[in-house]
C-alpha cells in the first residue's frame, strides 16, 4: 500500500454505533424465531446489480451488520450494512453502506455488531440465476447454524428458494470518513463518466482528471489521456459542485493522473446511479461515489500515478488558460 493511499483510509471508517443521546430501542420481536440476522428488500434488481459490480473487483468480500437503533425516534444511519475492502493488488479501497431504514425488514438479535465474510464467486454465482423479477430476497443466519449465510428468494410466481453459503474468515478493516478535507466535490453524470472511460480503455493505459473552477467556467472536468495511437485526447464535462458554500467561484486547479484499469474494475456501479460524484485534493488520493439506488453509498478511494511529462504539458496549458482569464 502507498503511502498516499494509507493517508486517505485513514480517513475512512465503517460508521459507528457511538453517537451521543442514541438509545437503542430495537425489538427481536419481529425477528423470525431462532435467527441471528434477517434482512429482506424488494429492490432485488439493485442487489443484484451491486453483487455483479462487486465480483470484478473482490475475492471475498466482509459485511459489518449493525443492529438498529434510534436517535430522535428514527432509525440513525449508523444502522446499516457496510462492506470495507481493499484491493492490494490495484491499490483500490472500497467503502459500501446500505442503511437499515431503506429496507423492508432489518432485524438482528441482541445489540452486537456482526461480521459475515463471504467468497464472492460462490456469492455471485447465485446470484447470477436469481431473476430480476424476483419479489424479494431475504438474507438470514440461524442460531443453530452460524457458519452458514442464508438467502431466500421469493419469484414472481410466488415461488420460493433457500440457498446456503459458507461463512469464511477475513480482516476486519477499520477506517475513518472519506469525505474530510478535500478541496472540491463535484457530481457528473455517470453514464458520460462511463462513455468516455471505456473507450479510452482500449488505447491507453493512464488517465489525468482535471478539475478547474474560474468565473467564467466553473466546475469544469477534463479527462484525457496520450498514447502512441491517440496522441491526445481531452473530453469535457461541466459539473455541478456539491460544496458551493465551501469553495466559491476561483481559480482553481486540481489534477490527478490514475490507471484506468482500476478506474473501469467500478464503472459498473454506474448502472445503478445516475450520478457520480468525485471528491478530489491536488496530488492526492480522488473519491469516486455513487448512490446505491437509495440503499444507501458506494465509494473508492483511487490513489494516483506518477505524472509523466505529458502530465505536466497538460497541467501547464490548463493554468495559462486559468491565468488568461483573470
Known amino acids: 500500500m502507498t503511502e498516499q493511499t494509507h493517508e486517505v483510509l485513514e ?17 427481536n420481536s419481529k425477528i423470525t424465531p431462532g435467527y441471528l440476522l434477517e ?5 432485488v434488481s439493485i442487489i443484484l446489480k451491486l453483487i ?7 475475492k471475498d468480500i466482509t459485511l459489518r451488520i449493525i443492529p438498529k437503533v434510534y436517535k430522535n425516534g428514527k432509525i440513525s444511519d449508523n444502522s ?11 491499490e483500490l479501497f472500497i467503502k459500501i453502506v446500505l442503511y437499515a431504514k431503506e429496507f423492508d425488514k432489518y432485524e438482528v438479535k441482541g445489540n452486537s455488531e456482526i461480521f459475515l465474510s463471504l467468497d ?16 424479494s430476497i431475504t438474507f438470514f443466519v440461524e442460531e443453530k447454524n452460524p457458519s452458514k449465510f442464508g438467502i431466500t428468494i421469493v419469484s414472481d410466481h410466488n415461488d420460493i428458494r433457500t440457498v446456503k453459503l459458507n461463512i469464511i ?10 469525505h474530510a478535507k478535500y478541496s472540491a466535490i463535484i457530481t457528473i453524470p455517470s453514464n458520460k463518466f462511463n462513455n468516455i472511460i471505456k473507450p479510452m480503455s482500449t488505447y491507453t493505459d493512464i488517465l489525468r482528471i482535471t478539475y478547474t473552477n474560474t468565473a467564467t467556467t466553473p466546475h469544469i472536468i477534463q479527462i484525457s489521456c496520450n498514447s502512441d495511437i491517440i496522441p491526445e485526447d481531452t473530453h469535457t464535462i461541466h459539473g455541478l459542485s456539491s460544496n458551493n458554500e465551501d469553495v466559491p467561484i476561483q481559480n482553481i486547479l486540481i489534477s490527478g493522473t490514475f490507471d484506468i484499469k482500476v478506474i ?6 454506474g448502472l445503478i446511479s445516475p450520478n457520480l460524484t468525485i471528491y478530489m485534493r491536488h496530488d492526492d488520493a480522488y473519491i469516486f461515489e455513487y448512490n446505491v439506488a437509495n ?13 509523466t511529462s505529458i502530465d505536466d504539458q497538460i497541467e501547464d496549458n490548463i493554468q495559462i488558460e486559468s491565468d488568461d482569464e483573470m
Open 11 to 27: 480517513k475512512v471508517s465503517p460508521i459507528t454505533n457511538n453517537e451521543e443521546n442514541i438509545q437503542n430501542q430495537q425489538s
Open 39 to 43: 434482512i429482506s428488500t424488494t429492490k
Open 52 to 58: 455483479d459490480a462487486l465480483k470484478d473487483v473482490f
Open 80 to 90: 446499516a450494512i457496510s462492506i470495507i475492502e481493499f484491493n492490494k493488488i490495484v
Open 120 to 135: 464472492m464467486l460462490c456469492l455471485s454465482k447465485i446470484f447470477k440465476s436469481i431473476p430480476a423479477t424476483a419479489k
Open 169 to 178: 474468515n477475513s480482516n476486519i478493516h477499520n477506517y475513518s470518513n472519506p
Open 264 to 269: 473501469c474494475s467500478f464503472l459498473k456501479f
Open 295 to 307: 440503499l444507501g453509498l458506494a465509494s473508492f478511494v483511487v490513489s494516483q500515478k506518477h505524472k
